[in-house]
């Protein structure tokens, strides 16, 4: 059984930094590229940014030079460094893990919220 598992979320000021992590269990982690997306409410869920198996990334603009995506494949683990937080950031993340893309899975999310 796949399991994508989130943590780290919460309530951080504007600013502030944050780091969420994604264990994975049930696949082959090291071949899946792993992602981090979020919905804002009232809004679609987007892309933040993208790890592939061969540990290249791409990131949204609006959180390029602020967030850093990395994985940890001994620990089948993918992470999201969320640096000078904004109100704007304020969302539900998500990961997602995408093999091939044939094969794609999703966690549950975890709430991060940006508020002084």
């Known amino acids: 059984q796949v399991q994508l598992v989130e943590s780290g979320g919460g309530l951080v000021q504007p600013g502030g930094s944050l780091r969420l992590s994604c264990a994975a269990s049930?696949?082959?982690?090291?071949?899946?590229?792993m992602g981090w997306y979020r919905q804002a409410p009232g809004k679609e869920r987007e892309l933040v940014a993208r790890?592939?198996?061969?540990?290249?990334?791409n990131y949204a603009d609006s959180v390029n030079s602020r967030f850093t995506i990395s994985r940890d494949n001994a620990k089948n683990t993918v992470y999201l460094q969320m640096n000078s937080l904004k109100p704007e950031d304020t969302a539900v993340y998500s990961c997602?893990?995408?093999?091939?893309?044939?094969?794609?899975?999703w966690g549950k999310g975890t709430l991060v919220t940006v508020s002084s």
């Open positions: 997602n893990a995408i093999w091939v893309a044939t094969l794609n899975y």
């Open positions: 049930g696949i082959s982690f090291a071949a899946y590229t």
């Open positions: 790890i592939s198996s061969t540990g290249s990334t």
